[in-house]
T-cell receptor
Framework: GAGVSQSPSNKVTEKGKDVELRCDPI?????LYWYRQSLGQGLEFLIY????????KSGLPSDRFSAERTGGSVSTLTIQRTQQEDSAVYLC???????????FGSGTQLSVL | QKEVEQNSGPLSVPEGAIASLNCTYS??????FFWYRQYSGKSPELIMF????GDKEDGRFTAQLNKASQYVSLLIRDSQPSDSATYLC????????????FGGGTRVLVKP
């Protein structure tokens, strides 16, 4: 079956441009997470969606970052006015109801020049 | 203080030996504890979870939880070169609710 799909796999952008990263979770998974991982570092929590509940946005580093999840499925992470420090791998993960295991996508490598 | 702390390593272990990884967490109300393995250039994958104090064994892996001391550990017995990876500790519950918080990871190198 299909896993968590993220696109694009690589994105190179110029400082100050906006970018959109897409995550298509596994069908039926109600929870969806976004994490950021800089080289050699752990996973930094960004945002968490659970069903129809209000998302937990406590990890978003600034108001340049936003995310939405449409119809309880696909999610888009938007970074406005990108900065060089935004360069990282952005990982999306989903999990089914009542199961604590996260299934990760392959990530989007974002490079801000 | 970070919410979840791990020694970054690298932890160098001879093949066949036991690798011991530790993780401490700050929120005493945390309820669920996980170990993920991440190979270089790949995404994390779950290898163990533990909810209750004590030991939990799965094949060559044993997770140990001590809520009073707020630490969770992972033992890898008969370490193999294929175990070389970064091991990420993750914690859920308490003040963080359903958010899964990861530590920085411990890099393990198993030398033949």
């Amino acid at each position: 079956g299909a896993g968590v799909s993220q696109s694009p796999s690589n994105k190179v952008t110029e400082k100050g441009k906006d970018v959109e990263l897409r995550c298509d979770p596994i069908s039926g998974h109600t929870a969806l997470y976004w994490y950021r991982q800089s080289l050699g570092q752990g996973l930094e929590f960004l945002i968490y969606f659970q069903g129809n509940s209000a998302p937990d946005k406590s990890g978003l580093p600034s108001d340049r970052f936003s995310a939405e999840r449409t119809g309880g499925s696909v999610s888009t992470l938007t970074i406005q006015r990108t900065q060089q420090e935004d360069s990282a791998v952005y990982l999306c993960a989903s999990s089914p109801p009542a199961v604590e295991k996260l299934f990760f996508g392959s990530g989007t490598q974002l490079s801000v020049l | 203080q970070k919410e979840v702390e791990q020694n970054s390593g690298p932890l160098s272990v001879p093949e066949g030996a036991i690798a011991s990884l530790n993780c401490t967490y700050s929120d005493r109300g945390s309820q669920s504890f996980f170990w993920y393995r991440q190979y270089s250039g790949k995404s994390p994958e779950l290898i163990m979870f533990i909810y209750s104090n004590g030991d939990k064994e799965d094949g060559r892996f044993t997770a140990q939880l001590n809520k009073a001391s707020q630490y969770v550990s992972l033992l890898i017995r008969d370490s193999q070169p294929s175990d070389s990876a970064t091991y990420l500790c993750a914690v859920k519950g308490g003040a963080a609710g359903n958010k899964l918080t990861f530590g920085g990871g411990t890099r393990v190198l198993v030398k033949p």
